[in-house]
């Protein structure tokens, strides 16, 4: 019998789609909705801790593009306020069985900081959170120091505080510990400075999972037209400018991936693949780079929470095709066939054979600039492709972009 259950740091979920923190988590229909379409679990929006936090006020606009499947635009962010917070996963575990995270920003290394968070994780806890999540990814881009108090770029985070980040994460997963009893997640966005740091960090302070993602700093897909500029603003009819502030969806996903096996290569401490997982194959993905469980939202926004059905439909018809039973029968299936520094590969040398009568002549392996040691390796004889095996360097590129599979390379003795 196929089983899509898996352990979410002591807490077995049903399937391994976990809605992540994000705008799609800030009403209780909406968490409603998610159990509904058969979510594992759900993570609510991530909360500023303090007792003056202004909450849901600011409106978020959006642009999408579905067929890059991700955010072309996007103007405005909100967050909960604690109370907000609370009220929510109070109102959550009244009415829903799923279970439910609480998302808690971590902005400033600071003693205040630290002890409003704790502070929060308890009294989150006490209104019946499953689990808590500690967003360290609150401050950032901190490439460049946009802060919401500088409105501009300049080198504040990076400089004064980056320094002194990863001890504050120690002692705040630590103190969070001892204030609660449920599992306690601590959330790593592409952007922060030293992630390795970061997360050896988390592990050491016993951190229960480690969710590894967040929208990466860049441009948003799309946004630059070249035959129309202006475009750029995001195309919104109710905000005067787009915000280049991270990547979503779809061409999230080489990056989070990327990070996920680092980071799964790095840390026991189990780990969620998020960012960029927009349909079931994304999840087989990131399962086979060693995630315990995937959380997403950028889906949810574009599609609605339908697609979950689709999503644990289309896992569980893999599983059968393939022969897996569970998770873990493919859990992890990659990783030992990604190095990750080249002095961890072993390259064997070999060359380039063309088949002839497979050769229609149409010089694509030819083009490659960087073919061969002192001339190209590869050129076009009475119109087949030939090889010079003694310029020849085993790139493979030639045999990668053959269209009629007309090149094979061999071993070398």
């Known amino acids: 019998m196929i089983s899509l259950q898996t352990d979410l740091a002591g807490i077995r979920l049903k399937n391994p789609v976990v809605v992540a923190a994000s ?35 600011r409106k978020p606009r959006f642009r999408v593009s579905l067929k890059n499947g991700s955010f072309t635009g996007a103007a405005g962010f909100r967050r909960q306020s604690l109370e907000q917070a609370r009220n929510l996963i109070s109102e959550a575990k009244k009415n829903c069985r799923l279970p439910v995270g609480a998302n808690i920003f971590a902005m400033t290394p600071t003693e205040r900081e630290r002890e409003l968070v704790t502070r929060a994780a308890a009294l ?74 970061l997360l050896s960090a988390m592990e050491q302070a016993g951190v229960d999972i480690i969710d590894v993602g967040n929208g990466g700093v860049g441009v948003m897909p799309g946004i630059v037209d070249i035959r129309d500029p202006d475009k750029a603003g995001g195309g919104f009819t109710s905000a005067d400018r787009n915000l280049a502030l991270c990547i979503t969806g779809n061409p999230l996903r080489a990056i989070s991936q990327a990070y996920l096996v680092r980071s799964v290569k790095q840390v026991r401490t189990p780990v969620l693949g998020c960012g960029g997982i927009m349909k079931w194959e994304h999840i087989v993905e990131a399962i086979m780079c060693g995630a315990q469980a995937t959380a997403m ?29 569970s998770l873990d029968d493919f859990r992890g299936a990659v990783l030992g066939k990604i190095a990750l520094t080249p002095s961890e590969i072993r390259v064997l040398d070999a060359v380039a054979v063309v088949d002839p009568e497979r ?50 390379m061999v071993l070398l003795d």
């Not at 988590?25 to 936090?53: M, N, V, W």
């Not at 002194?164 to 592409?190: H, N, Q």
């Not at 599609?303 to 289309?314: E, K, L, N």
């Open 23 to 57: 705008d799609v988590g800030t009403r209780l229909d909406q968490i409603e909705e998610a159990e509904h379409c058969g979510a594992g679990a759900f993570i609510t929006k991530g909360c500023i801790p303090g007792e003056d936090a202004a909450g849901l006020k």
């Open 124 to 197: 989150l806890y006490q209104s019946g959170a499953d689990f808590i999540e500690l967003d360290t990814s609150g401050n950032l881009p901190v490439h460049f120091g946009e802060t919401e108090e500088k409105g501009r770029t300049g080198e504040f985070f990076a400089g004064e505080v980056a320094s002194s980040y990863a001890r504050f994460v120690y002692e705040l997963i630590k103190g969070v510990k001892d204030v609660v009893d449920v599992p306690v997640m601590g959330k790593i966005a592409y952007e922060n400075l030293n992630v390795p740091e």
């Open 297 to 325: 939202c950028s889906a949810f926004m574009i599609h609605g929470f339908g697609i979950i059905r689709d999503m644990t439909a289309g896992l569980t018809a893999f599983m059968e095709e393939e022969g897996y039973r």
């Open 359 to 408: 050769c229609n002549g149409c010089g694509l392996c030819a083009k490659p600039a960087h073919c061969g040691l002192e001339k190209r390796a590869m050129s076009m004889r009475d119109g087949k492709a030939r090889v010079d095996r003694n310029q020849c360097t085993g790139c493979e590129t030639c045999a990668s972009i053959c269209p009629l599979n007309a090149i094979k």
